[in-house]
């Protein structure tokens, strides 16, 4: 995720309106970029830095009021793809550019059945409509006075920042690049312009953002080749793993007991779940892949040694079936250790972008040689080393030991040789006596049913029960 990675501002290039026009022509020119390429990808980057810091869940409604440039255009495809991500967009594009491009996003928003809304029918009080304002009216380019009706609503964006006591909680407000009415290098010349709680600037800062003093602020639009960056030295950050922006100073300081999620979940019904707990997890473990969440296969597994003290940690499932779920762990490990104890323990998986969470208790064994043996082989060669190097649960006196027998270990079996399974090494099965299936649902109302299981003439069935949230 985006807001993962924190950039000291001061560290990072900013534009000035020349250089930001003049790498615009580059991108656009002999780097072989077409306009609608960049405002696919600037829009899309704005639309993602809006939801690492407004859950849809609180900030569901979104006006998107967009100019008649390229900002607008950002605007629009920033409303399209709110609308994928669960967002409730409504757009107000008051002067409607009539080139081909601009046409097709009209036409992608309305297919799609998002409202757009005359300046006329805009509800006089803003902050009753809407929970976020995207300010997509002007852009590094313009210059001059905003006329009508952008000057309205500018003023509408700025009168939102006047405290109000009775008003529980006020729009949030989101820049596209730069905030209307700033100027590009100066900022909000006499103090008096929009003050956003989010801007996102495109392609690299602009020196106007020097004079931002919002909660947050992100970068996007990831496709800065390194041409551009050697020709302006450009001290740019790094984007997280496969995200489209990156945050740019501190966050504000959370007050913790305030963070919360308002689920939006389908409800979890007795009479729609599968009978046997196996297979409704099986649906679920089926979903989680689907939607692409990382390591679906994760899980706190939880155990009690002798002394009747609990631990947890993260490991990760390979195989479940009938017979129950299965691990591969060091055998000379805590883990172990307490399991050897006391055989009872229990799994939670939590699957966040599906609001869901599985809990399931039982008793452990270790799985047959055989398994461990075939599963152990399948590994890459690096893990069946790292296995052998790792006394898992030891002190090491530094990294460095650990780096100094990888490297003795690689040396070695370099020549392709089989690596030994060691015997330290090997798989447990948790054998299912109990299964929570989790959905979190609004105000707190999650779905919570258990699976637990009785005899009938002879055969072990589940019985299934609503527990309160």
């Known amino acids: 995720m985006g807001d993962r990675v924190i950039q000291n501002p001061d560290s990072i290039s900013y534009l000035g309106q020349r250089e930001a026009a003049e790498i615009d022509e ?8 077409s306009v609608d390429q960049l405002m696919e990808l600037a829009g899309l980057s704005v639309a993602t830095s809006i939801a690492e810091v407004y859950k849809a869940g609180e900030y569901n409604r979104v006006l998107a009021i967009c100019g008649p440039g390229n900002n607008g255009g950002d605007g629009l495809v920033a409303a399209r793809h709110l609308h994928h991500f669960g967002y409730k967009p409504v757009v107000c594009y008051p002067k409607r550019t009539p080139k081909p491009l601009y046409s097709g996003l009209v036409t992608q928003i309305e297919s799609l059945s998002i ?7 805009l509800p006089s009080d803003l902050s009753k409509d809407f929970d976020i304002l995207v300010d997509a009216m002007f852009g590094f380019s313009f210059h001059g006075t905003p ?8 003023q509408r964006l700025v009168s939102l920042r006047h405290y109000d006591q009775a008003r529980q909680k006020s729009p ?15 900022g909000d010349i006499g103090g008096k312009g929009i003050k956003p709680d989010l801007l996102v600037s495109l ?5 106007c953002a020097k004079k931002f003093c919002g909660p947050h602020h992100f970068l996007g639009g990831r496709f800065v080749p390194p041409s551009i960056v050697d020709k302006y030295n450009l001290r740019l950050p790094a984007y997280p793993g496969n995200s489209m922006c990156v945050r740019i100073g501190k966050p504000l300081k959370i007050d913790i007991s305030a963070l919360r999620e308002n689920y939006i979940s389908p409800e979890l019904l007795e009479e729609q779940v599968e009978a046997d707990p196996i297979d409704q997890f099986r649906k679920w473990f089926d979903d989680a892949v689907a939607a692409g969440l990382r390591e679906p296969n994760a899980m706190a597994l939880s155990t009690v040694g002798k002394q009747g003290k609990p631990s947890s940690r993260m490991v990760l499932l390979k195989g479940f079936d009938k017979d129950g779920f ?4 060091n055998y000379e490990s805590r883990k172990a250790s307490e399991l050897s104890d006391n055989f009872h323990a229990s799994l939670l998986f939590y699957w966040d972008g599906l609001n869901r969470q599985v809990r399931v208790e039982g008793s452990v064994q270790k799985v047959s040689d055989e398994e461990s043996e075939q599963y152990f082989h399948s590994r890459p060669r690096g893990s069946q080393v790292g296995a052998i190097v790792s006394k898992q649960s030891t002190v090491v006196l530094g990294r460095h030991v650990l780096r100094q027998q990888y490297k003795e270990l690689e040396e070695k079996f ?4 089989m690596i030994p399974k060691p015997k330290h090494w090997g798989g447990y099965r948790l054998q299912p ?32 029960e609503r527990l309160a949230p």
């Open 433 to 464: 006596e109990l299964f929570e299936f989790w959905q979190g649902q609004q105000s707190r109302l999650h779905d919570r049913l258990l699976y637990s299981p009785r005899e009938v003439d002879g055969q072990r069935v589940w019985n299934i």
């Open 26 to 33: 580059l991108l656009m020119g002999p780097l072989g970029f």
């Open 326 to 329: 299965v691990w591969y762990t």
């Open 414 to 417: 370099s020549d392709g040789s």
């Open 203 to 207: 392609t690299a800062p602009k020196l």
């Open 147 to 154: 006329r009508p009706p952008f000057d309205d609503l500018i």
């Open 115 to 121: 409202p757009f809304l005359s300046v006329e029918d």
């Open 172 to 186: 949030a407000i989101v820049s596209v690049d730069i905030p209307s009415g700033w100027h590009v290098e100066e």
